[in-house]
Nanobody, 122 residues
Framework: VQLQASGGGLVQPGGSLRLSCSASERTFSDYYWGWFRQAPGEERESVAAISGSRGTTIYSDSAEGRFTISRDDAKNAVFLRMTSLEPEDTAIYYC????????????????WGQGTQVTVSS
């Protein structure tokens, strides 16, 4: 499975962006999708994840209330709507898909997108 992430860019503090990630082939409807980010000099961290069958979501503390993850199985895609962006959100954002919740939260899956740069700056 190849994943293609897009939607990053330069945005002012307080602004919004919507990231998209599409899969090259149909993923199982009960798979888990996730978004991660890595800032310069920092370790990669989980931002949000969404389950398959029920669409249950989970967010990091920094993303809770500002970011929304969603999925469209018909399009083999996952999205991350980010609002009230802060300079601390500046990072490369990666999407991933996994067959288990543990794998998507821990990031231990071989299926990753190439990353899209998000820069929050005035």
């Amino acid at each position: 499975v190849q994943l293609q992430a897009s939607g990053g860019g330069l945005v002012q503090p307080g602004g919004s962006l919507r990231l998209s990630c599409s899969a090259s082939e149909r993923t199982f409807s009960d798979y888990y999708w996730g978004w991660f980010r890595q800032a310069p000099g920092e370790e990669r961290e989980s931002v949000a994840a969404i389950s398959g069958s029920r669409g249950t979501t989970i967010y990091s503390d920094s993303a809770e209330g500002r970011f929304t993850i969603s999925r469209d199985d018909a399009k083999n895609a996952v999205f991350l709507r980010m609002t009230s962006l802060e300079p601390e959100d500046t990072a490369i954002y990666y999407c991933a898909v996994a067959s288990t919740f543990r794998a998507i939260v821990a990031g231990t899956t071989p299926y990753w997108g190439q990353g899209t740069q998000v820069t929050v700056s005035s």
